[in-house]
């Protein structure tokens, strides 16, 4: 796993694979959390899947004799992270994908890059380059050619509607814990043990909103709820999220949130080769148009910039 430690602010071959991590495992991600929809209910499924990761998580700290102690204001900040990165932003997620196709709510997170950067700008003053800037406009832009064809071939329901409605606040919630996590690992938080903790939080908070809510917290023991339930929590959570949130102590919110628009075109070579994807013109030029824009944002040199409390 990733070192707990913080390292200097500079982007290399580390960081490029920090960010290829994440981005790989999340693009699959969209095609298995389908196999969680059905007899659970998705707030259900998001609590067992952040409990596992958690437990593995403090499994790993316990194996490793990595501290786990946390000052109170860090426990409350790990609190907010979880209900906002794992929590509510997980159940926003499988709601929407409940009534919408994979790839349309790949299409709406992507706008999270925007998100960071404006709230890397609102509230750590990180300024964003024009080059940055530019990159997430080709990369949202590509990301809507991808998906032309969904996007043009929507029909106003209230179902897109409450579909759309969730896929656009779990953005901005996610970037909201995005903004969160960099202000709590830029001043010392161990990413590794602070995710666990956090993780946990979110489970036993959406546990408790089931319990008030009266969903009935049930299980489906179905190799397929099984297996993507497993891989969600392993690669999806553990691996995934301790890489990205490595990156974004490492070069902020706004260019490692850039991975939300890199993350549909890994989902439509996953579905390339499982769903028998055909790839059309539009889908082309809006890969090379996601690549162009990566390639801009992360050539960017690193800017030194985190608000340290």
């Known amino acids: ?93 499988y709601r929407a994908e409940a009534t919408l196709t994979s790839g349309l709510v790949a299409v709406l997170f992507a706008f999270m890059v925007f998100w960071n950067l404006l709230g890397a700008r609102v509230f750590f003053g990180t300024p964003a380059p024009p080059v940055v800037l530019l990159g997430a406009v080709l990369g949202v832009s590509g990301v809507g050619l991808l998906f032309w064809p969904e996007v043009t071939g929507l029909r106003a329901d209230h179902g897109l509607l409450a579909g759309v409605a969730f896929a656009s606040a779990s953005t901005l919630v996610a970037s909201g814990g995005n903004l969160i996590s ?58 995934a999220f301790v890489s990205y949130l490595t990156l974004l102590q490492r070069i902020g919110a706004g260019r490692a949130g850039y991975s939300a628009a890199l993350i549909p075109v890994v989902a439509m070579l996953a579905s390339t080769l499982f769903e028998d994807y055909r790839w059309t013109v539009p889908a082309v030029a809006g890969l090379l148009l996601v690549l162009a824009g990566t390639v801009l944002v992360l050539r960017v040199r690193e800017r030194a910039a985190v608000a340290q409390r």
């Open 1 to 93: 796993m990733p070192a707990a430690t913080a390292p200097p602010p500079r982007a290399g071959a580390s960081s490029l694979l920090l960010f290829a991590i994440p981005t790989f495992i999340w693009g699959t991600t969209w095609l298995v959390i389908k196999f969680q929809l059905g007899l659970v209910a998705p707030e259900v499924s998001v609590a067992w899947r952040f409990a596992l990761a958690s437990a593995l998580l403090l499994g790993w700290c316990g194996l490793r004799r990595i501290p786990l102690r946390f000052a109170l204001r860090d426990h409350l900040g790990l609190a907010a992270l979880g209900v906002m990165l794992f929590g509510l932003n997980y159940v926003l997620v």
């Open 182 to 239: 960099q202000r709590l690992f830029s001043r010392g938080v161990a990413v590794v043990p602070g995710t666990a903790f956090a993780m946990g939080y979110a489970s036993l908070l959406v546990m408790g909103w089931c319990a008030v809510r009266g969903i009935p917290f049930s299980f489906d023991p179905r190799p397929p709820y099984l297996l993507s339930l497993l891989y969600l929590a392993v690669f999806g959570s553990v691996v």
